[in-house]
């Protein structure tokens, strides 16, 4: 496949902030070929998981692997060098560089070294070998911004640096990718061309973890959908399978 995801698994997740039991033993597989929806109210533990997954957070108990990868036990540069993508809700693309660059930069996520040097342009950065431009290009393809690849990344409207976030994660050809609100603060139409890149990425073979407020687009994206509450599973089904949980529909929307 073009974009070849692997198997999330997410078994027992624990996590506490001093008293506070943010996640009480998750579970949540994500497959190639499927977009995956995280869903709950606010503090039901979303976040959260996606840092520990991330790495950003230690476990307290449970298993995060990717394939047959252990994840639970590495910082961020680590779990990231193994193929976890993620975007996050505000772009953190560095002022100064092209749109075809911060894509580029993309290559080195877990590199720490190598994104300074990407943005200072110091000399490795600079000797791009022929096949990187190819991925560049292709990567920008997909997700429908290649014809503005010579503009200023910082200056684009916010849905197209979300979609340079897709892009610059795609690059590293991620075994998952964690797509966090990528949504909020889009008008109509950049949701509906969110929605399609994700569903290309989807149907390339990707692995799409999403976490998601816009219920609608939740249901129009995913194959299965993982509902929390109070840091613990409360639902998990098909987009009508969950649209007829009441439970859900009650704690979550207040339908
Ligand atoms: P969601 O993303 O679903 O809104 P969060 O994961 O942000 O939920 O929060 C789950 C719970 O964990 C909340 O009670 C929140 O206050 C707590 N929490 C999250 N991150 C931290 C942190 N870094 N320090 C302390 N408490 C946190």
New binding site residues.
Partial sequence: PAVPGKVLRVEGVAKA?GG?Q?LKGVDLVASPGRVTALI?P???????LLNMICGFYRTDAGVIALDDKQLQRMGPDAVARTGVARTFQTPNIPEGITVREAVMAGRYAGHRATVLEAVLRLPRYRKVRKGDLAEADRVLDLVGIRHLENAEATALPLGQRRLLEVARCLISNPGVLLLDETASGLDEDEVERLAEVIRRVRDAGGTVVLVEHNFQLVLSLADEIVA?AH?ELMAKGTPEEIQNNERVMSEYLGI
């Fill in positions: 902030f506070n943010a709950g606010n503090g039901s533990g979303k976040t959260t929390l840091g």
